[in-house]
């Protein structure tokens, strides 16, 4: 499985378009470690953070500079997916609100328009529910059946982090 980032565990890649919809959607989900929760509380114990990309038919894969600049800034758990399309960033947030939406919104856009790969993408936060999501190209009605089925498939988002450590033996 294809290695976009130090910091994402790729669990799942499509890397060409699956069936018809948009201009050839298909999608990745990733994994990182995170330590803080969707309300930007500090965790006792580490979480793991699933989050999907819908690619759209060129699968540039530069999308991934800004998701890890969201997730260095310790924005990643507010997240669910990401995509890049038209030269637009848009991020979709769980359901719910946020009081600080346009706080973070403006986050976003300083990530997004000081990218090394030397592009500026506009920002956008649309919720998942949201009817007029940008993400894909096509009726809003099959985005929404996409995005959803991504979600039951997947479970995005926050959950625990289950490690099994050995102790070390004490020497006799």
Same mark, same amino acid.
């Given at each position: @499985? %294809?290695?976009? #980032?130090?910091?994402?565990?790729?669990?799942? =890649?499509?890397?060409? *378009?699956?069936?018809?919809?948009?201009?050839?959607?298909?999608? #990745?989900?990733?994994?990182? !470690? !995170?330590?803080?929760?969707? $309300?930007?509380?500090?965790?006792?114990?580490?979480?793991?953070? $699933?989050?999907? !990309?819908?690619?759209?038919?060129?699968? $540039?894969?530069?999308?991934?500079?800004?998701?890890?600049?969201?997730?260095?800034?310790?924005?990643?758990?507010?997240?669910?997916?990401?995509?890049?399309?038209?030269?637009?960033?848009?991020?979709?947030?769980? #359901?719910?609100?946020?009081? %600080?939406?346009?706080? /973070? &919104?403006?986050? /976003? +856009?300083?990530?997004?328009? #000081? /990218?090394?790969?030397? $592009?500026?993408? *506009?920002?956008?936060? !649309?919720? /998942?529910?949201?009817? =007029?999501?940008?993400?894909?190209?096509?009726?809003?009605?099959?985005?929404?059946?996409? &995005?959803? +089925?991504? @979600?039951?498939?997947?479970?995005?988002?926050?959950? *625990?982090?289950?490690?099994?450590?050995?102790?070390?033996? +004490?020497?006799?």
């Amino acid at each position: @499985m %294809r290695k976009y #980032s130090e910091f994402f565990q790729t669990l799942h =890649d499509e890397q060409t *378009p699956t069936g018809t919809l948009g201009r050839g959607t298909h999608y #990745s989900i990733f994994r990182a !470690v !995170v330590f803080g929760d969707e $309300d930007g509380n500090m965790l006792g114990d580490g979480r793991f953070c $699933d989050f999907a !990309v819908i690619w759209d038919e060129d699968h $540039d894969d530069r999308v991934i500079e800004p998701i890890e600049k969201i997730y260095f800034a310790g924005l990643l758990p507010l997240f669910l997916m990401f995509g890049e399309r038209k030269g637009g960033f848009t991020a979709i947030a769980g #359901s719910g609100e946020f009081p %600080r939406r346009e706080l /973070l &919104l403006s986050r /976003l +856009n300083a990530i997004t328009s #000081s /990218l090394e790969i030397g $592009d500026s993408w *506009p920002s956008q936060i !649309v919720d /998942l529910e949201d009817p =007029d999501n940008p993400i894909i190209s096509a009726d809003r009605e099959k985005v929404t059946l996409y &995005l959803s +089925n991504l @979600m039951m498939l997947w479970k995005l988002g926050l959950k *625990p982090a289950k490690f099994q450590f050995t102790p070390i033996p +004490n020497p006799a």
